[in-house]
C-alpha cells in the first residue's frame, strides 16, 4: 500500500483565544483551509469573546521552550509564524528558538486587539525591536504597531512607504505594511528595500473582521511552507483574507470573525446546487 506523502508543516507560536476568531484557533484553522498541516506552541491564554479582552494568563518561557523544542525537533517545520507574545522575556525566548530553526518566520508584532485592548507590555517593545524583527523572513504590522514600534504615524500610502522604510531598519527581511486603518481600498504595502509590491482589495463593508492580522500572518506561513517566493505567498494571503472577511460573521454581542472556512463552504454550496 502506497504511503500517502507528509504534509508541508507550519508552527504558530501565539496565543489562544477563547472566542475562536484569533490567536491560535485562527491560525490552525487558517493552515488547515489551506492544505498544509498546523502544529501550536502556546504563549498565552486569554479569556476572549466578542467583546474584548477579560483576561490574559502567560505561559512560562519554559514552557514555550519546552513546546516548541519538541514540535520541531521530532516533527520538524517549513514555516513558524508568531503572534502574541506579551513580555519581554517571552520574546526573547521565541527569537532564540527561531534563530536556530532553518525555516522561514512570519512575525506578526501583535500590540493591540481589535478591541483596542493592549497585548504587549510596553518593556516588551524593545525586544521586538531588536531581537524578533531581525530574525523575521516577514514582519506584518498594522498601522497601529509600526506605530508602536518606530514612532512613524502613517495617514495615507505615502506614509506607508515611510513605515515601510523605519520597519526593515529592524532588520526583517522583508516588512509588509497592513494599510487596513487607511479610508478606500484595503492596501498592503510589501517591500525588502529593492523590490515594492502593493496589494489592493475593495473594503468590504463588514464590520466582522476579528482575527485578521493572525489569519493573514498564518496564511503567508502557509504559503511560504508550500514553496511559494515572498511577493507569491503575501498575494495569495491577501486573497484569501479577503474571502474570509467577506464571509466574517455575527457572533456574540459584538465583532465577529472572519470565516477561515469560506471556499470549503462555496464548495459544498456549488456541490449543493449541481446536484439539485
Given amino acids: 500500500m502506497d504511503i500517502p506523502p507528509r ?24 493552515m488547515l483551509a489551506l492544505g498544509v498541516h498546523g502544529m501550536s506552541v502556546l504563549t498565552a491564554v486569554t479569556a476572549q469573546n466578542s467583546l ?25 517545520v517549513q514555516a ?3 503572534g502574541m507574545l506579551s513580555s519581554a522575556s517571552l520574546v526573547t ?11 522561514p518566520a512570519v512575525v506578526d508584532p501583535v500590540g493591540v486587539s481589535k478591541h483596542g485592548d493592549s497585548l504587549l507590555a510596553e518593556s516588551a517593545l524593545d525586544a521586538v525591536r531588536h531581537r524578533l524583527m531581525p530574525v523575521a523572513t516577514v514582519a ?10 518606530t514612532g512613524v504615524e502613517v495617514r495615507d500610502e505615502a506614509g506607508m512607504e515611510r513605515a515601510a522604510e523605519a520597519v526593515l531598519a529592524l532588520g526583517p527581511t522583508w516588512a509588509l505594511i497592513k494599510g487596513g486603518h487607511l479610508s ?17 482589495a475593495p473594503r468590504l463593508d463588514n464590520r466582522h473582521t476579528h482575527g485578521t492580522g493572525c489569519t493573514l500572518a498564518s496564511a503567508i506561513a ?6 511559494h517566493p515572498v511577493p507569491q505567498a503575501v498575494g495569495l494571503a491577501k486573497e484569501y483574507l479577503t474571502g474570509a472577511i467577506t464571509a466574517g460573521f455575527a457572533l ?7 470565516d477561515h472556512g469560506w471556499r470549503i463552504d462555496a464548495g459544498a454550496k456549488g456541490a449543493r446546487g449541481s446536484s439539485q
Avoid at 496565543?15 to 484557533?25: F, L
Avoid at 456574540?252 to 472572519?258: L, N, S
Fill in 252 to 258: 456574540g454581542a459584538g465583532i465577529g470573525p472572519v
Fill in 222 to 227: 502557509s504559503h511560504l511552507a508550500l514553496g
Fill in 93 to 103: 525566548t521565541v527569537a532564540e528558538l527561531l534563530a536556530a530553526t532553518e525555516a
Fill in 184 to 200: 478606500g481600498d484595503a492596501v498592503d504595502l510589501l517591500t525588502d528595500g529593492t523590490e515594492t509590491h502593493w496589494y489592493r
Fill in 52 to 76: 474584548g479582552v477579560q483576561g490574559v494568563w502567560e505561559l512560562p518561557d519554559d514552557a514555550v521552550r519546552t513546546q516548541y523544542r519538541s514540535v520541531v525537533d521530532d516533527i520538524g
Fill in 140 to 149: 506584518t504590522p498594522n498601522l497601529d504597531e509600526v506605530a508602536q514600534l
Fill in 80 to 82: 513558524v509564524k508568531t
Fill in 7 to 30: 504534509p508541508r508543516r507550519v508552527l504558530t507560536v501565539a496565543g489562544s483565544d477563547s472566542g475562536g476568531g484569533a490567536g491560535i484557533q485562527a491560525d490552525l484553522k487558517t
